[in-house]
Structure formats: structure tokens, C-alpha cells
């Protein structure tokens, strides 16, 4: 039997410049290795549905904020339809429903301009409210982080998703609030008190 205790493991890594300068060059200043950044946008002119602007960031569990994050995105469209998954052919072609967004290198804002999606099909036949998946990189965390923004002037109540939550007063780090006319606030908390609630997908 071969004897394998020389061995160390390799040392995790964390997500660090190269992220941003691999998966988003032009908005570093890098120009000439895409055209534009892949996902700089889930629409395309012409998409249905509400216009909406999410703005937020990304804390640790000290409250500070992050500024070197890198989010990817996932949505459906306005009627509940993903992108690729439609054998119909109905869904809207304007709706990429993917996503790549970094924060502000100054701020630590990340914005996300899209359309609200509407009411996805679970497995089961019941539908689950409106909601964006995300997941998250930056400096200091080891493996991306998932989770979900759904929305406070939608209907959550019957969401198969949300009824999985067994500790009921975190779900409200999974929703997003209204700051005026198509617009949302939603801030992700790494650790601590109000950390947000992540996923295993």
C-alpha cells in the first residue's frame, strides 16, 4: 500500500485581481480582448417588462464594504421564462437573463439594470415568486457564494423556495427594497447578525 502522508494540501485561493482583469476587461480599461464585457448586460433594447435598477453591496461581517466584488447574475423573463430553456420558443429574445456585474472600485455600489422576472415553474407545478439568483466572489472568500433577490412588493408568502427556510426571521436578507420607481436596494452581509441567507445549488 502506497504511503501518501508526504502530501499537504493545497492551499485554497481566493478570488483576487485576476478575476476582474480575466472576466471584465473593459471596465478595468483593458480594451481589445472582447469587444465588450461577456454579460455586461442580462436585455437587450426592445426586452418586455418593468425596467428595474437594483443597487447594492457587499459587506463583511464587520460591516465593511468590499469593494473588489465580482456578481454574476440569473434571471427569467417577464413571464417567468429562462433564456435556453424553452422548448416552445416563447421566450423573450431580448432577455439574455445572465449577468456579469463588479462594484465600484471607489464606492463598493454594484448596480444591476434589467427587468423584473416573473413567476418560475417549480418542479412540483407550483410557482415561485419573482426572484434574481446571484452569486458571489471577492477577496477573502474561498468559494463563490449563492443566493437570491426577491422583491418587497411581490407576493412571497407562497414561495416554495422561501417555505424552506427553517429560521423564518432571515428571510428578510433575501428581499429587496423599494427606493422609489423601478428601483431597489438590496445589500448581501457576509457574516454576523444580519448575514444573508446563501444557498446550495
Known amino acids: 500500500m502506497q504511503k501518501l502522508d508526504y502530501l499537504k494540501e493545497t492551499p485554497s485561493q481566493t478570488a483576487g485581481p485576476y478575476v476582474h482583469i480575466g472576466l471584465t476587461p473593459n471596465q ?8 465588450t464585457d461577456l454579460g455586461s448586460s442580462p436585455i437587450r433594447p426592445g426586452a ?12 463583511d461581517g464587520a460591516g465593511m464594504i468590499l469593494r473588489d ?7 427569467a423573463d417577464a ?4 433564456p435556453g430553456n424553452d422548448p416552445r420558443g416563447a421566450a423573450d429574445p431580448n432577455v439574455t437573463g445572465w449577468a456579469r456585474i463588479i462594484a465600484d472600485f ?5 448596480t444591476l ?15 415561485m415568486a419573482p426572484h434574481i439568483a446571484l452569486w458571489i466572489v471577492a477577496r477573502g472568500v474561498n468559494l463563490g457564494l449563492q443566493t437570491r433577490i426577491y422583491f418587497e412588493d411581490e407576493d412571497n408568502s407562497s414561495c416554495p423556495v422561501l417555505a424552506r427556510i427553517e429560521h423564518r426571521a ?17 445589500d448581501i452581509i457576509l457574516q454576523g447578525e444580519n448575514e444573508t441567507v446563501f444557498f446550495d445549488m
Open 28 to 35: 478595468l480599461g483593458i480594451e481589445g480582448i472582447y469587444p
Open 48 to 59: 418586455q417588462g418593468q425596467e428595474i435598477t437594483i443597487t447594492g453591496t457587499v459587506q
Open 69 to 75: 466584488a465580482l456578481i454574476e447574475s440569473w434571471q
Open 79 to 82: 413571464n417567468g421564462i429562462y
Open 106 to 110: 471607489d464606492s463598493g455600489e454594484w
Open 113 to 127: 439594470k434589467t427587468i423584473k422576472p416573473g413567476r418560475v415553474p417549480f418542479p412540483d407545478g407550483r410557482l
Open 170 to 186: 432571515r428571510l428578510d436578507t433575501l428581499i429587496a427594497r423599494k427606493t422609489g420607481d423601478g428601483s431597489y436596494r438590496f
